[in-house]
């Protein structure tokens, strides 16, 4: 009888993941069978217990709407933890629901590689690693979210030339120009989706005098937002409702395109500044380079109406958005997982 080598038969076990720890988003991705979990990263636990009611979906038709013995929350900000202890407990949801309810006795702790930011620090950086070591991983290595995004993109960065990738998540935006699996230059800001929700609650909020939840400014951002107005799309217009801040009833207003539009206009100048001192701080080489290939997008961010156009005329580059770029940093992520061997310098050190 033919036995299985210990260390091949611990990793059948295993589920080795690649996890996008999104601020919007958390979508995981096991070896060998690609995503199988994408849900957003809110989690809801009872007050006094912290025992978890829900997480993803479930937890985000909660978010505004729970009574005192029950939080739902966004335990990631700014792509880093915000909440250490709400953290820990959605990753172990999300962990258990991918192991979909296999016994212990045949569920070996997996490795993990997750998506950061480029700049996050070494504190939040290993709140991260320990999260995930207490939700149950054996092995926690980093990657930066631009490597990632560009690896999921389907970018040569293992080449000697300039690949540049603008990944808008929901909390932070990363510029950065990759060359033989390493980071060049990189800009980190910490302005993406949610900055741009916030600023459509701000502009309704101080305009119309009526206060908006921010999943309604994402609503309003999907239908109409946009960076460029061309064509016809000026006309477009959609019903808001709220609370009136003068007469503290319900009221709606209707916003149109141009006014949503004014409302993104500061957090879409943070971007394109991102990508001009990328730009500025590139090695001429590399930049040469950039003529022909581009600047390829990714992230959530990058299907604002327009953006990539902006971009375009800001930086006379062919800029171009990727296949599924919702995906592109955990996609990038798991072909890391099912090769460390190859992709070993471009995780983190």
């Known amino acids: 009888m033919k036995f299985m080598p210990a260390r091949r038969l611990f990793n059948f076990f295993s589920n080795d993941m690649a996890i996008d720890l999104g601020t919007a988003n958390t979508v995981i991705y096991?070896?060998?069978?690609?995503?199988?979990?994408n849900e957003p990263s809110v989690v809801a636990?009872?007050?006094?217990?912290?025992?978890?009611?829900?997480a993803g979906r479930r937890a985000k038709e909660m978010l505004g709407k729970t009574p005192e013995n029950i939080v739902a929350s966004r335990p990631m900000r700014d792509g880093v933890i915000a909440d250490y202890e709400l953290t820990e407990s959605m990753l172990r949801y999300f962990i258990g629901a991918v192991h979909d309810g296999r016994s212990s006795f045949f569920r070996a702790r997996p490795r993990m590689i997750i998506g950061v930011p480029s700049g996050i620090t070494q504190v939040e950086r290993r709140a991260i690693e320990e999260?995930?070591?207490e939700a149950g991983a054996r092995m926690v290595r980093t990657i930066m979210e631009p490597m990632a995004a560009?690896?999921?993109?389907?970018?040569?960065?293992?080449?000697?030339?300039?690949?540049?990738?603008?990944?808008?998540g929901g909390g932070t935006t990363e510029v950065a120009i990759i060359s033989l699996k390493s980071i060049v230059v990189c800009r980190s800001v910490r302005v993406g989706g949610d900055e741009m929700d916030v600023?459509?609650?701000?502009?309704v909020k101080r305009k119309y005098n009526l206060l908006i939840g921010e999943r309604t400014a994402e609503h309003v951002k999907m239908e109409i937002g946009s960076a460029l107005l061309e064509g016809d799309f000026h006309k477009?217009?959609?019903a808001v409702k709220g609370r009136d801040l003068v007469t503290g009833?319900?009221?709606?207003?209707?916003?149109?395109?141009?006014?949503?539009?004014?409302?993104?206009?500061?957090?879409?100048?943070?971007?394109?500044?991102?990508?001009?001192?990328?730009?500025?701080?590139?090695?001429?080489?590399?930049?040469?380079?950039?003529?022909?290939?581009?600047?390829?997008?990714?992230?959530?961010?990058?299907?604002?109406r327009g953006l990539d156009k902006l971009i375009s005329k800001e930086t006379g580059l062919p800029v171009h958005v990727a296949e599924d770029p919702l995906f592109c940093v955990v996609k990038g992520a798991g072909?890391?997982?099912?090769?460390?061997?190859?992709?070993?310098?471009?995780?983190?050190?």
């Open 30 to 37: 096991v070896r060998g069978k690609g995503i199988i979990l």
């Open 45 to 54: 636990v009872r007050v006094h217990t912290k025992n978890v009611l829900a």
């Open 131 to 133: 999260s995930a070591k």
């Open 150 to 168: 560009a690896i999921g993109a389907g970018l040569p960065v293992q080449e000697p030339s300039g690949n540049m990738i603008v990944d808008i």
């Open 199 to 203: 600023a459509i609650v701000q502009y």
């Open 236 to 238: 477009n217009s959609i």
């Open 249 to 304: 009833v319900p009221k709606t207003v209707v916003l149109s395109a141009p006014e949503v539009n004014e409302a993104l206009l500061e957090t879409i100048a943070s971007i394109i500044d991102a990508v001009r001192v990328v730009l500025e701080n590139t090695p001429p080489e590399l930049s040469s380079d950039l003529v022909v290939s581009g600047i390829t997008m990714a992230g959530g961010g990058s299907l604002l």
């Open 335 to 349: 072909k890391v997982i099912e090769d460390l061997d190859f992709f070993q310098d471009a995780l983190m050190e």
